[in-house]
């Protein structure tokens, strides 16, 4: 379980301080799909850094489990994001000097998971093995950055707007993917985006403005991605 405490976050000193997050508490269950929904500027994606441990609250705790994140040295910190969280962006990250396979690689040797190819094959990417990003599609870049994500074998996958540059048609096959392997694995899904039509897909959706939650509940039917619009 993820309990979050009383949140806080700013940014900037002085007259010039904006605060972002404004106390926010919650928790979020094992193997849960959560999305986080919020206007540009409502704070979903600094609590989606802060939750994650990318970045580091004012003041209040991130728990997972009987662990505080938010007290651990900077070492500390890095070893838990290596150990137990992965990463899906808007961008995709990949080193544009390294094919499928290594960018994939790269988040498997964290793990030490000499296992990863599985990874490429769930995504669809088997036979783009030694390709070079500038060799696929943007739908493909994604779906590679989703299979460097899974390989480390996280215990929590982070996504923040992981189809914004991407068409409906291969956004839709990225959020299945995603799906699939969610429930192959197991793990706990967090991602941030605005698109309402994606939250039906979650179980609980958080709604946030002006660094606060405006509202928590769940959904009956989680629909699947060719079922939602777009």
Same mark, same amino acid.
């Given at each position: 379980m993820i309990e979050v405490k009383n949140i806080v976050k700013s940014y900037g000193s002085g007259e010039s301080r904006l605060q972002v997050l404004r106390g926010i508490s919650l928790k979020i269950e094992d193997g849960e799909f959560v999305v986080i929904l919020g206007a540009s500027g409502s704070g979903k994606s600094t609590f989606?850094?802060? *939750?994650? !441990?990318?970045? +580091?609250? /004012? @003041?209040? !705790? &991130? $728990? %997972?489990?009987?662990? /505080?994140?938010?007290? =651990? @040295? /900077?070492s500390e910190l890095t070893e838990f994001r290596k150990k137990n969280v992965g990463f899906i962006f808007q961008q995709y990250y990949l080193l544009p000097n390294m094919d499928v396979d290594k960018n994939v690689k790269m988040g498997a040797d964290l793990a030490d998971n000499k296992d990863y190819k599985t990874i490429i094959k769930a995504v669809g990417l088997e036979e783009k093995l030694h390709k070079y990003p500038s060799e696929l599609s943007g739908g493909e870049q994604q779906r590679a950055s989703v299979? +460097?994500? =899974?390989?480390?074998?996280?215990? &929590? =996958? $982070?996504?923040?707007e992981p189809t914004g540059a991407l068409d409906e048609l291969t956004g839709r096959q990225v959020l299945d993917y995603i799906c699939t392997l969610k429930r192959k694995y197991g793990f706990t899904v967090i991602m941030v985006t605005h698109n309402l039509n994606i939250a039906e897909m979650a179980k609980t959706v958080i709604k946030m403005n002006s660094g606060k939650v405006s509202d928590i509940y769940q959904?009956? *039917?989680?629909?699947?991605? %060719?079922?939602? !619009?777009?």
């Amino acid at each position: 379980m993820i309990e979050v405490k009383n949140i806080v976050k700013s940014y900037g000193s002085g007259e010039s301080r904006l605060q972002v997050l404004r106390g926010i508490s919650l928790k979020i269950e094992d193997g849960e799909f959560v999305v986080i929904l919020g206007a540009s500027g409502s704070g979903k994606s600094t609590f989606l850094n802060v *939750i994650s !441990g990318l970045e +580091r609250p /004012d @003041s209040g !705790g &991130v $728990f %997972y489990d009987e662990i /505080d994140i938010t007290a =651990l @040295s /900077d070492s500390e910190l890095t070893e838990f994001r290596k150990k137990n969280v992965g990463f899906i962006f808007q961008q995709y990250y990949l080193l544009p000097n390294m094919d499928v396979d290594k960018n994939v690689k790269m988040g498997a040797d964290l793990a030490d998971n000499k296992d990863y190819k599985t990874i490429i094959k769930a995504v669809g990417l088997e036979e783009k093995l030694h390709k070079y990003p500038s060799e696929l599609s943007g739908g493909e870049q994604q779906r590679a950055s989703v299979a +460097r994500a =899974l390989a480390k074998k996280p215990k &929590v =996958l $982070f996504l923040d707007e992981p189809t914004g540059a991407l068409d409906e048609l291969t956004g839709r096959q990225v959020l299945d993917y995603i799906c699939t392997l969610k429930r192959k694995y197991g793990f706990t899904v967090i991602m941030v985006t605005h698109n309402l039509n994606i939250a039906e897909m979650a179980k609980t959706v958080i709604k946030m403005n002006s660094g606060k939650v405006s509202d928590i509940y769940q959904n009956e *039917i989680q629909k699947t991605a %060719y079922e939602i !619009g777009w």
